[in-house]
């Protein structure tokens, strides 16, 4: 407990994850209100209300996690916490629980306030929540952010500065795994198997949009609960490695 | 108590710590000195459990750095005064660095009294001076009262008045029977601050003595030489002594004989004398003569 609380007073005596915060917001809101506008009243469904969520707030999410260790590499603070907690296990472990927290509650907020934002612009549509499917596609987003955040501090920590594991996330996030499927044949089947495309599969709505949605067209070969698993089993791999280079390597 | 035993830091080839052993004894300060890259700070890295040795051991009271259990009430360090994030506020840094180690958080406003950054306690670090910084580095080393403090080149960049403060304030921690070690590159400087010395050069031992003793045998037997047959000379003398030349004032410097053994190995050999003179030498200049083998990097 007391290096959760160390790792909160970090966190938030710096202004870079407020900065994070709101502008993961105001993308992930944001676009939520262009579509809302731009489709006529009454036909907006809960499927494209995520869309923001689960795509641009997701990078800045990644963006934030990955920069609360990077900044600690950057400014040597990192060799302070290992001073104040010498098992350096204990001190990322409570880093990666407080920043993945803040993420899913972060997760939560704007894919509700994505929800509330569409139906402030669009009353006469259907936006109820109601199948489990549509709390998984709405809720979901917090688990999302959650999980790729401590995908996002593993590579912090291995990459230990801040361009390098930016650009490591981005490009694999929005870039790579699509790319992957333009290879003929092999490329979706390899694309069943990418942790952020397995996330993605995890959100699907079914139904109507499904062609819109990230992930379509490929024969995902788990459930969507197991996608989520298997998105979670690459992060805390992931982490263990990063926790066991952490360990060795001089600080 | 700091001991270390046969300690080593290889970088790839570069030995920066070799088969360094010494002792760091309760109730004084032990200035650890050594010139730049001598591997001061790698030693210091590894008494902390930062870097792991390559070989030998280090250990505080018997216990590895690691081992101990809320470090921080223990050990303090300053290694290097600009480990803040620049954002955090100085009583933020020392907060987290104090509920990290259950110190009660009073003891924050407590050290910032004692370092004088009462006034600036809510502004960002980065805006900080030099001589600020170090006084905040200094806070957090005191944060949990610890009964081994390490300093690493505290006084650099400092003005004569912050250099001053921080020389009382050793004196007064070791006083208070506290373990202190402080490294520097400068002898002027360990001369009046710290009571014992461990001299390093290219990361081996060179000297762990009394600062006392170990200025008397550094300023000793030097002599300074001019002559018109000076490289037969400087020939005659390096077999006896440590003969540099002096390229300034074309003389040599001796060091390691009596004028008197000098002036006598001259006139048997028929060589002409236009000065000896037994130097009371300068500090710095004895250091760097006994440093002289092992300086890394020579200034041409
Ligand atoms: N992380 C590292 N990787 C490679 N070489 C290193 C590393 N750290 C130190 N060194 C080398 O080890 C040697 C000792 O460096 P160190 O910083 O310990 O010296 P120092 O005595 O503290 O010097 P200074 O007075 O300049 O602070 C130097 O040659 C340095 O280049
Ligand atoms: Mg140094």
Known sequence: ?251 | MIEAVRLQKHYGKTKAVDDLSFTVRPGRVTGFLGPNGAGKSTTMRMILGLDTPTGGDVTIDGKHYAQLKQPLRKVGALLDAKWVHPNRSARAHLKWLAVSNKIPVSRVREVLEIVGLTEVAHKNAGGFSLGMSQRLGIAGALLGDPEVLLFDEPVNGLDPEGILWIRQFMHRLANEGRTVFVSSHLLSEMAQTAQDLIVIGKGQLIAQTSTEQFIADATQDTVRVRSPHAAKLREILAAHATVTDDSASGSLVVHGIAAQQIGELAAENQIVLHELSPQRGSLEEAFMQLTKESVEYHAH
């Open chain 1, 1 to 251: 407990m007391t290096l959760l609380a160390v790792e909160r007073i970090k966190l938030f005596s710096t202004r870079s994850p407020y900065w994070c915060s709101a502008l993961a917001l105001v993308l992930g809101v944001g676009l939520t209100a262009i579509i809302a506008a731009s489709t006529d009243n009454g036909q907006l469904s809960i499927g494209v209300t995520q869309f923001g969520s689960s795509q641009l707030a997701l990078s800045v999410v990644l963006v934030m996690a990955a920069l609360a260790v990077t900044t600690e590499y950057r400014f040597s603070t990192i060799r302070a916490t290992f001073l104040a907690v010498p098992n350096r296990t204990s001190a990322l472990v409570a880093k990666t629980v407080v920043v993945a927290f803040i993420a899913a509650v972060l997760g939560e907020i704007i894919a509700f306030g994505s929800v509330g934002m569409a139906k402030l612009l669009s009353p006469a549509s259907d936006l109820a929540i109601n199948t489990s499917g549509e709390w998984r596609h709405v809720a979901g987003v917090g688990l999302l952010y959650g999980i790729g955040a401590i995908i996002a501090i593993a590579v912090g920590i291995l990459v230990r500065q801040t361009a390098g594991a930016v650009a490591i996330l981005l490009v694999w996030n929005m870039l790579l795994e699509q790319l992957i499927g333009i290879i003929p044949k092999a490329g979706v089947k390899i694309q069943a198997w990418l942790p952020f495309m397995n996330a993605n599969h995890f959100l699907q709505l079914g139904g109507d949009n499904t062609a819109e949605q990230a992930g379509a067209g490929i024969d995902f070969k788990l459930s969507q609960w197991g996608s989520l698993g298997y998105f979670a089993g690459v992060a805390i791999a992931l982490l263990v490695v990063a926790l066991i280079v952490a360990k060795r390597r001089d600080a």
